[in-house]
Nanobody, 121 residues
Framework: QVRLVESGGGLVQPGGSLRLSCAAS????????MGWYRQAPGNKRELVAT???????NYVDSVKGRFTISRDNAKNTVYLQMNSLKPEDAAVYYC???????????????WGQGTQVTVSS
């Protein structure tokens, strides 16, 4: 069994910061791309940022310069540092991992359960 568990969400004032973490556990052989998505009420889930195993990252335009994605391959963990938060950043944030389980030769997408980020004064 593979699990992705997010943490770090919460309530923050506009202009504030939060750091999300997502740890993958279980019978993991290798993790390729990891990423963060978000979904606000009434909206589709959207990609926020991705990072490859070697550290190459991409961001949606709306968070460039404010959010930073990083990962620790030894800990199978991905992070999202969110600065200068805006009310429109409020959403449930989900992590995603493209990983190869032990004993398998293919990659499978896994999702975390989500963590709520609320930006409000």
């Amino acid at each position: 069994q593979v699990r992705l568990v997010e943490s770090g969400g919460g309530l923050v004032q506009p202009g504030g910061s939060l750091r999300l973490s997502c740890a993958a556990s279980g019978r993991i052989f290798r993790i390729n791309v990891m990423g963060w998505y978000r979904q606000a009420p009434g909206n589709k889930r959207e990609l926020v940022a991705t990072i490859t195993r070697d550290g190459s990252s991409n961001y949606v335009d709306s968070v460039k310069g404010r959010f930073t994605i990083s990962r620790d391959n030894a800990k199978n963990t991905v992070y999202l540092q969110m600065n200068s938060l805006k009310p429109e950043d409020a959403a449930v944030y989900y992590c995603n991992a493209d990983l190869q389980s032990s004993g398998q030769t293919w990659y499978t997408h896994y999702w975390g359960q989500g963590t709520q980020v609320t930006v409000s004064s």
